[in-house]
């Protein structure tokens, strides 16, 4: 691990009429005992204006904010990523080129993932390897900041979906000592992970309690719709759609969750933003589901004062040009149930978040009381640590770690990944601790990430200046 701050190329790159001109520092390997050097190595880019004495947006080269976005997408392994477009193969621009283009400093960490093994056959990249990969490029860049370009003070993370949990977690548990170990094993340098704002839209998050949350929210709807990905002969992934009916033993969890969630809802002691107690009744009714619904409906609002038509969403109902009421039930079958349940500690194992809690030699494992007591696989448990050490919630109000100011989540409002609930959860509990959070469910907009980088670069502006 070092920094050569003469090891670099001035690039220029035009796409779709756009140019950029930055300086590139690539393959820089964060930590000192790489176990995957390919995936524990960041590249930063410097708007090159800085370099000859010039500002952008009132930024200069040692005030600049650096922008961290990471590509993890489903709990894999994420790359470091260039400035171009984006990784799905649409013809946008990804958040690399346009923060350059803003003028942000920009660091991509390659971040270990869980399908990964060594060539022993030793699996590398399950949890808490994620997290402990992304603090570990953090720390990199607090170690060698008196050398590097930008304020690295004003770091900015950024993620969609298991990435946007990532950011979640990295604004939320700062420097806080269960990663220690595990930083240390890889020899990550000896400085700071904290940051100085998350972005984190559909953070699939709270992964220990998404399936009550799920059932929570889709309880009755017992048609889902979903997408399975597949591989090609090239190795290239592909989608089809999979419709189905759950069985009675989803049934039967669908109807177990959802009767947990109000126990753990009402143990959070969560208040909304006038002090008024979030709680749940026995069948999931109360105060915190008439919050979750005024979500929505502020979702409804903000898009109907953008002039967008709203008229097909039967269940909501619209007064004088305001979102007034809506019916949770109808929207919630009209958004459509995507997971059979249980959503994500899967009775059989085979969920992604199973994967990720695998161990060194164990592909998969439960990480639920409920799923592993009704396993149908003989299931075995993840570490209780580790499973806490993905969640940002048990970070936010422990003393010992040092949560981000500042916050920006989005959650789309036809989001079917994870219950709205996950995300609200999140964004009252930092309020409630002094956070500033930028919180809303953007209208009409399923799981995705990055589609308002104007607003997001903004918000960045505003809480840099
Ligand atoms: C992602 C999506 C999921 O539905 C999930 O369970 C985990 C991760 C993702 O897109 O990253």
């Not at 964060?30 to 176990?35: A, E, L, Q, S």
């Given at each position: 691990m070092n920094f050569?701050?003469?090891?670099?190329?001035?690039?220029?790159?035009?796409?779709?009429?756009?140019t950029i001109r930055f300086r590139a520092y690539r393959n820089l390997i964060?930590?000192?005992?790489?176990?995957n050097e390919a995936y524990q190595q960041m590249n930063i880019f410097v708007p090159e204006i800085y370099f000859e004495g010039g500002s952008m947006n009132g930024y200069t080269l040692k005030t600049v904010p650096v922008f961290m976005p990471n590509s993890v997408g489903g709990y894999m392994p994420g790359e470091t990523?260039?400035?171009?477009?984006?990784?799905?193969?649409?013809?946008k621009l990804n958040s690399v080129f346009r923060a350059l283009q803003h003028g942000y400093m920009v660091a991509s960490p390659a971040i270990r993932g869980r399908s990964q093994r060594s060539d022993e056959g030793i699996f590398t990249g399950?949890?808490?390897?994620?997290?402990?990969d992304y603090k570990a490029a953090v720390r990199y860049l607090h170690y060698f900041a008196d050398e590097l370009p930008g304020d690295e003070n004003k770091i900015i993370t950024n993620g969609t979906s298991a990435g946007g949990a990532l950011s979640s977690l990295m604004g939320a548990a700062g420097n806080h000592p269960d990663y220690e170990p595990y930083l240390e094993g890889i020899g990550a340098a000896k400085a700071g992970d904290d940051i100085f704002a998350a972005s984190c839209y559909c953070p699939i998050t709270n992964l220990d309690h998404g399936d009550m949350a799920y059932e929570w929210q889709f309880s009755g709807v017992n048609e889902y719709h979903r997408m399975n990905m597949k591989m090609d002969e090239g190795g290239r992934p592909f989608f089809t759609p999979e419709d189905g009916v759950m069985t009675d033993v989803q049934i039967g969890a669908s109807q177990a969750e959802a009767s947990m969630f109000p126990a753990y809802l009402n143990s959070l002691g969560l208040t909304d933003e006038n002090g008024r107690t979030l709680k749940l009744d026995a069948q999931g009714e109360g105060s915190f589901k008439e919050y979750v619904k005024a979500v929505v409906l502020a979702s409804a609002q903000r898009a109907l004062s953008e002039g967008m038509d709203v008229s097909d969403k039967k269940w909501l109902t619209v007064e004088n040009g305001k979102a007034a009421a809506m019916d949770f039930s109808e929207y919630v079958k009209d958004i459509t149930r995507m997971k059979t349940a249980p959503a994500f500690d899967s009775l059989d194992m085979d969920s992604p978040e199973n994967n990720l809690f695998g161990t060194e030699n164990t592909d998969y494992c439960h990480f639920t009381g409920y799923s592993m007591e009704n396993s149908t696989c003989n299931g075995t448990m993840?570490?209780?640590k580790i499973v806490?050490?993905?969640?940002?919630?048990?970070?936010?109000?422990?003393?010992?770690?040092?949560?981000?100011?500042?916050?920006?989540?989005?959650?789309?409002?036809?989001?079917?990944?994870?219950?709205?609930?996950?995300?609200?959860?999140?964004?009252?509990?930092?309020?409630?601790a002094g956070c500033s959070v930028d919180y809303h469910a953007p209208w009409n907009t399923p799981h995705s990430g990055d589609y308002d980088l104007d607003e997001l670069f903004a918000w960045i502006d505003s809480i840099c200046k």
């Open positions: 050569d701050k003469e090891n670099y190329t001035v690039e220029e790159l035009t796409l779709e009429n756009e964060y930590v000192d005992k790489p176990v990523e260039e400035p171009g477009y984006t990784r799905f193969g649409q013809k399950k949890a808490p390897a994620c997290i402990v993840a570490d209780e806490r050490m993905l969640n940002p919630m048990n970070y936010i109000d422990d003393p010992k770690a040092r949560t981000a100011k500042y916050w920006r989540i989005r959650h789309g409002e036809c989001d079917r990944d994870t219950s709205l609930a996950i995300s609200a959860i999140l964004a009252v509990k930092l309020k409630s």
